[in-house]
């Protein structure tokens, strides 16, 4: 992959901010967020958090329904649990969910197409441990992969991650997966979140989280290509899904061909996708309330896919392949640059950012090359209104060549 595409899905998106643990959170499926693709946190904090978490009253009681599952996480002497782990961590590091679909009960449809975009940039998956403790039912296990990635760009570094699965039997006894949300029960649901929030999980969440940081320190372009895959591959995972989701007609039997005799009306225009970028730093919860589970954050800057914005202040967006909410307060809304007049040219006569408002204080969203022009859509206190990649972004004016159109 070049420097040029880098640059590319650099001037495309925004920094992420700091990585979050879901440790109160119940977690029904296995863990789709993997530790390389999440947002960069420090190595001083995560060895702050992992020695706060060590101590007992940090943690969330267990119910004392629970009280039988504590016994430490060990690694998993199980040579079925072992392949069947290997085979879905290896399969989603080449992007073959034909695989990983053959060993779960269902593959939901946006993690198929995350897998799929993200193992474009990956050269592969590899296994390091497994370990497990005890699942609900006898003869099951909430499972949790150690494994490293590898990435094309930079083949040569190994990223480690981790993720956990809870496994299954079916009727003949055989392990799986359990993917699919629907078939786990109310208390199936409250043991998982019990088990994720033993001191041992997020431990070694932790410690993978250190090590991550110390390959990030070792390797900081690699740091910065992996938060700007992030949110690429979010924003592609959001145009492949819309456009799967657009109903299609029924095919209707033939009809005898009769001449209209009504005024023919020009069809409604496919709307476009609409994206938002944050104002501020804000969380991103499961529903539109402000008492409901946090999922993550985003970070000021950052750009997301918009589904709806409610009248009641929350905007509902596309996040981590699933629904997500956010005040509508501290979303901005992106205008379509494509749909606007262009009334000139902005030809760049030295290296100029392109900003996200017209402030020198703004978020850099891009840059302009010395003799790059851009579309001028209209000038305001100094600054040049230009459309950059179909979003409005701006440009210093003393560092460019204005040209106006004829009828300008």
């Not at 859509?377 to 440009?395: A, D």
Request: hydrophobic share 40%; proline share 4%; with cysteine.
């Amino acid at each position: 992959m070049s420097n040029r595409f880098f640059r590319k899905i650099g001037d495309k998106l925004v920094r992420h901010g700091k990585y979050f643990f879901p440790a109160v959170v119940i977690m029904v499926v296995a863990l789709t967020v993997l530790v390389s693709l999440n947002a960069i946190r420090a190595k001083a904090e995560a060895e702050e958090m992992l020695a706060k978490n060590n101590s007992a009253s940090d943690i969330p009681a267990t119910p004392e329904s629970m009280a039988a599952n504590v016994e430490p996480m060990a690694v998993s002497e199980e040579p079925e649990v072992r392949a069947l782990i290997e085979a879905y961590v290896t399969a989603e590091g080449v992007g073959d969910v034909a695989a990983i679909s053959a060993i779960c009960d269902e593959l939901p449809l946006l993690e198929a197409i995350k897998i799929e975009e993200i193992a474009k940039f990956k050269t592969s998956n590899t296994l390091l441990e497994v370990y497990t403790k005890k699942g609900f039912r006898e003869g099951t296990y909430v499972a949790f992969a150690y494994y490293t990635s590898t990435f094309s760009k930079f083949d040569s570094v190994e990223v480690p991650g981790y993720q956990y699965f809870y496994l299954d039997r079916n009727e003949d006894g055989a392990l799986y997966i359990k993917l699919n949300s629907d078939n786990f029960s109310a208390e199936e649901n409250e043991y998982i979140q019990s088990v994720i929030q033993q001191v041992d999980v997020i431990e070694l969440n932790n410690r993978v989280n250190v090590e991550y940081a110390e390959v990030g320190e070792a390797n900081p372009e690699l740091f910065d290509y992996i938060e700007a895959l992030r949110g690429y591959v979010n924003e592609e995972v959001g145009v492949r899904y819309a456009a799967m989701m657009v109903p299609t007609e029924p095919d209707e039997p033939d009809e005898p061909e009769v001449t209209p005799t009504t005024v023919d009306v020009d069809e409604p225009e496919e709307e476009e996708p609409q994206y938002a970028k944050a104002l501020e730093t804000v969380n991103v919860r499961n529903s539109d309330s402000i008492q409901a589970d946090r999922l993550g954050q985003v970070s000021a800057g950052e750009r997301v896919l918009v589904q709806e914005v409610r009248v009641n202040g929350w905007t509902r967006i596309l996040y981590e392949g699933k629904d997500g909410f956010i005040k509508s307060e501290f979303l901005q809304l992106e205008e379509n640059a494509n749909k606007m007049e262009v009334i000139g040219k902005v030809t760049a006569i030295d290296e100029v950012n392109v900003r996200a408002g017209a402030a020198p204080s703004a978020m850099k969203i891009g840059g302009l090359a010395n003799g790059s022009s851009l579309d001028l859509l209209g000038e305001e206190n100094g600054w040049c209104k230009v459309n950059y990649n179909g979003t409005v972004g701006y440009v210093k004016t003393e560092y460019t060549k204005v040209e106006y159109t004829s009828n300008h």
